[in-house]
């Protein structure tokens, strides 16, 4: 996947209502010739945006690209029926030379596809894997052992009644990789992971976002082995104590009744959520069978925060840095931090550049002050969560947070 | 307009989570669907509002009233504006105006009750908060008023009546936990406070004043704490009854065991700097250490 692809992946996994970059995410994958990817996606804004000719046109373009005439047919006759459809050239040519409309013969034998399911996609952004993550080697190894291994060995942990699948809760500051180790998780444990965001399943009509809930664990039990993933959980099982409306209420009671296996067996489902506010979340989220594994995502150490800055620097014109330095002056910076600080120094030197008229590369010294103008976006996180594990009482469900924070100074 | 309506409860669910920045970030979808309307001053309004950003919520507010200047919903929303921005007159004006036009809504009369609880009318607060409950017993913000109230009066009997009948409505609300610990400091039970102020921390950890109101109750509930008791419990009533018994006690002494005297004037003097100087050194240490 080229970085364009992915950026507009990631995009789209933030928000997955915004059409216009769904749209020109489909573009984008129909100019990379991965049709199948690029339909599925023009089918996705159809729904979306079903007065616009954009989608089923789009469709068109790519059943013509895989010799489906019949389908880009009936497709680009859907684009006609809207309001801003303009004839495609390219389109018109291929159905003169094609073969007429046939009769379909309708498949009895396959199952009934979920609509509703459709509406989130699954992920083509799949290529993450440990490897490319920088740091938190203790993590990976834990994940490994206690995530993606039961799931790509499920023989060998059977044999001591261990099941794969079931829920696990990242937590942690902002900025810290939640949702790339997810997707990391996914990849290593070769199963269809599919996203999952606060706009896919509220709905204001009542039920709905309930049955946009169900008819996700249906689509994840359908692709099994699958991942399915809910970032910030907070916001989609916001705790009931604090929730003020009824609806809240009752789609995390939907919630804990999928995870619950309500809705059907959730066997090689791996079930994955990240959160920043990990208290906002319902303790019944946290309980066995559901959420009950947790993982903290600390900010990254000082190994990782310097091949941060050596890999974020890899393009650009640099002086000799010392990265050991960049990493003990930026302690407790986030990933995203670290491009801050970036951004911050690049600005410095074309500000320099322009005022002086002198060429110059990037040094040491601009990254020093960035990283003293930046003010660490985990640090609020962390204070936070000090005063639940000095204050909280017995209460063990932040002792990775505990152990941590005694390893540094606030 | 259905897509506006999808717009607008997809930031009220935000504003329902907290996440006032994300809210606001939805804003301008909202407006460019309908520049002037009243349901998107609103919202703008109430995030503005959670943001303490209370000159651009009265600015969001005003226009929504002069969309529907009956609005209750806009109306308390302003009332509410006023309050945090501790304009208390103005605030009393505006409510009372809203109690003119609508007055039979005990949600009004709950939010008076709270107002002059604030501004220590104890009494007015009381009255108001009563009227509130028969119009509607379930009146959840007069209910707390009342509980209030009768703590600070010292009438324990109606405190944890009032407790009684919040905890039988809601028994997850916070506003119950906050009831919960007013009675139970009343009662000079800070341990059992403590406890019930855990779970407000659990579920609301970045508020600093918890955690401060936290380290006061550790404090206070600390044994090293236990000579104080008198003083705490008692305060300038206990504080003057122990210098006129340690007076007493030197002139006794001095009249029939003379030799006593040093010693206990020793064992005053220690027991005033210790009261002085012992409760910030603790504070400061449990605060440092956690408990």
Sequence with gaps: MTDDLKDLADKLLRDPFDSQMRGRYAEALFEAEDWQASLEQFRLLARQEPSSAAGPRGAAR?????????????????????????????????FADGPKPALRVVDGGSEPRDEEADIVPISTARDTRFVDIVGMEELKKTVRLRIVDPFLKPGLFAKFKKKAGGGLLLYGPPGCGKTLMARAIATE??????????????????????????????????????????????????SRSKAQSDHTRSTVNEFLNQLDGMGGDNEHVLILAATNMPWDVDPAMKRPGRFDRSIFVPPPDAPARAEMFRTKLVDVPVGELDYQALASGSEFASGADIDGIIDEAKDRVLADIMDSGDDRVLTQDDLLAAIHDVEPSTLDWLRTARNLVKYGGSDRSYKDVDAYLKTVRL | MAELSEIQFRIQALIERGRYDQARGMLPEAYTLAPDDFANHLLAGRIALELDDYDAAR??????????????????????????????????????????????????????????????????????????????????????????????????????????????????????????????????????????????LHAAPDDESVVEAMV??????????????PLNRYGWVGSGALWAIAVGSFLLSRLFAPELTGPLVTVYLVYVVYSWVWPPLLKRWLKARGF
Aim: net charge negative.
């Design chain 1, 189 to 238: 444990c070769d199963a269809t992971f599919i996203p999952v965001g606060i706009s896919d399943i509220l709905s204001m009509w009542i039920g709905q976002s309930e049955g946009n809930l169900a008819a996700l664990f249906e689509k994840a039990r359908s692709y099994r082995p699958s991942v399915l993933f809910f970032d910030e959980l907070d916001a989609l099982a916001y």
């Design chain 1, 62 to 94: 790519c059943h013509v690209r895989i010799d489906d005439l019949v389908e880009a047919r009936t497709e680009y006759e859907k684009a006609k029926q809207c309001a801003d459809f303009e004839s495609d050239g390219e389109l018109e040519e291929a």
């Design chain 2, 59 to 200: 600015s969001s507010v005003s226009r929504a009233l002069e969309i529907a200047p009956s609005s209750i919903h806009a109306g308390l929303l302003m009332f509410s504006i006023q309050r945090h921005s501790e304009q208390f007159g103005d605030a009393e004006q505006l409510i009372l105006e809203l109690l003119r036009d609508n007055p039979d809504d005990s949600r009004l009369f709950g939010c008076y009750a709270e107002l002059m609880l604030r501004t220590l009318h104890l009494e007015k607060a009381g009255a108001l908060a009563a009227e509130a409950l028969r119009l509607d017993p379930g009146e959840n913000l007069a209910r707390s008023v009342s509980l209030l109230v009768n703590v600070i009066k010292g009438d324990k009997a109606g405190a944890a009546a009032e407790l009684e009948e919040l905890v039988r409505e809601d028994p997850n609300a916070q506003q119950v936990a906050w009831g919960i610990i007013a009675v139970l400091q009343s009662e000079h039970r800070d341990g059992e406070a403590l406890e019930v102020m855990r779970g407000i």
């Design chain 2, 216 to 229: 006061e109750l550790r404090v206070a509930s600390h044994w090293t704490h236990i000579p104080l008791w």
